[in-house]
Nanobody, 135 residues
Framework: QVQLVESGGGSVQPGGSLRLSCAAS????????MAWFRQAPGKEREGVAV??????????YYADSVKGRFTIARDNARNTMYLQMNSLKPEETAVYSC??????????????????????????WGPGTQVTVSS
């Protein structure tokens, strides 16, 4: 069975940084589509970043609000995905969850830049880790 477990959350001041980790078991990070989502209290789940592998190479996509500040990456030897978050803002306080896709249609995979934000596409989810940004 597949299990995803996040770690690395915590409390930071505005402008601070955190690196989140998502350890995967029963799932090969080198070949899958994996994403980070976040959900603040009273708000909908929001796609933050995704990393995916295609025949042409590896691609990453980011929410506009985090471009230039967040970086998604994988360490396939450790079967772990990461999210480096810099210059954090108070409004980014949320539970951050990792997700992994499986069995996505070819049409979706070919145009994943237009689909990755849709949470129902992902089959597996971790329980989440809390990130709090406050002074």
């Amino acid at each position: 069975q597949v299990q995803l477990v996040e770690s690395g959350g915590g409390s930071v001041q505005p402008g601070g940084s955190l690196r989140l980790s998502c350890a995967a078991s029963g799932y090969t990070t080198s070949s899958g589509d994996m994403a980070w989502f976040r959900q603040a209290p009273g708000k909908e789940r929001e796609g933050v970043a995704v990393i995916c592998v295609r025949s042409a190479g590896t691609y990453t996509y980011y929410a506009d609000s985090v471009k230039g500040r967040f970086t998604i990456a994988r360490d396939n030897a450790r079967n772990t995905m990461y999210l480096q978050m810099n210059s954090l803002k108070p409004e980014e306080t949320a539970v951050y969850s990792c997700a992994a896709g499986a069995g996505l249609p070819a049409s979706v995979r070919r145009n994943f830049g237009g689909y990755w934000r849709d949470a129902p596409l992902y089959t597996y989810w971790g329980p989440g880790t809390q990130v709090t940004v406050s002074s």
